[in-house]
């Protein structure tokens, strides 16, 4: 659940807690999914709000320009195809594209919650599968 380490850090933990697998997945996906509505809807008010001030304007601005960056990067591929490219977006294992970037994304472009929900839970699987499957194999353990 927590931003920029997500599940693709909680996968690798959690195999190196040696803590069992498909339970761990299951966690990982749930904790990244649950501020997934918050995110669509109150992020991108908050942010705009928080531009206003001195010392968290230029904060919110950086997170702002990566979510449009990221809608930019959904709606290059024309709006029948924003809903895999958002699951490809959210499941491709590097940083800055995770669940979180992905819905603010997708909230910028008002993609819609069910169909931002459904497109970030199938990233996730994705994700999560990559990230697991290296950790059980260990790669990426420290």
């Known amino acids: ?3 920029v380490v997500e599940l693709r850090g909680a ?3 959690s195999q190196y807690l040696g803590l069992p697998v498909i339970s761990s997945f299951i966690v990982c996906i749930i904790g990244n999914m649950i501020p997934v509505p918050f995110i669509y809807y109150f992020l991108r008010k908050l942010l705009h709000f928080g531009e206003k001030f001195r010392l968290s304007g230029r904060f919110c601005r950086w997170i702002l320009e ?3 960056k990221a809608g ?5 591929k024309g709006r029948k195809g924003m809903f895999i ?3 490809l977006f ?3 294992p590097i940083p800055g594209t995770g669940a979180w970037t992905g819905t603010l994304g997708a909230s ?3 993609m819609g919650i069910k169909l931002t929900s459904l497109a ?12 697991m499957t290296a950790a059980v194999l260990g790669f990426g353990i420290i």
């Open 66 to 68: 990566k979510g449009e």
């Open 108 to 110: 910028i472009l008002d």
């Open 120 to 131: 970030v839970v199938l990233g996730l699987i994705m994700a999560g599968t990559i990230m």
């Open 90 to 92: 959210v499941g491709i």
């Open 1 to 3: 659940m927590v931003p």
């Open 11 to 13: 996968a690798i933990y």
């Open 85 to 87: 490219a958002l699951v």
């Open 72 to 76: 930019r990067k959904l709606s290059a």
